[in-house]
């Protein structure tokens, strides 16, 4: 599934999974810089999923989509409660797809230092 990132919105899209199985496609609003990372790792094959338990959990991952065998890795993933803490974890989790990325040689170092300014 193609995803096109409109360069005037700082938004991500994340591939949102619900407990009884339903998939739907969510942006979620960031700063500048996290946007341009996760454009970066989106743009390499990379997805980010988020899935939501009826408990209120949240779980994030970075999953790359190797191009000829459409196979998943992921790269990175983290586990929160759904509160004021998400946001800081989505950013971790951006940042640490874009480190991957750059470990395993995707993308150029200088591409992953881009920091986030508050």
């Not at 995803?3 to 991500?12: A, D, F, G, M």
């Not at 199985?21 to 990372?37: D, L």
């Not at 950013?91 to 150029?108: M, N, T, Y």
Request: net charge neutral.
């Amino acid at each position: 599934m193609p995803v096109h990132l409109k360069p005037t919105t700082n938004r991500i899209p994340f591939i949102r999974r619900y407990p009884n199985g339903r998939v739907a496609m969510q942006t979620i609003e960031r700063s500048f810089p996290i946007f341009s990372m996760a454009n970066n790792f989106i743009h390499a094959g990379g997805r980010y999923v988020v899935s939501i338990s009826d408990e209120g959990r949240v779980e994030l991952a970075a999953i790359l989509i190797h191009r000829e065998t459409r196979e998943e890795v992921e790269c990175a993933s983290d586990e929160c409660a759904n509160d004021r803490s998400l946001p800081h974890k989505i950013d971790e989790l951006v940042r640490d797809s874009v480190r991957w990325l750059a470990h395993a040689g995707l993308i150029a170092r200088e591409t992953s230092i881009i920091t986030d300014v508050h």
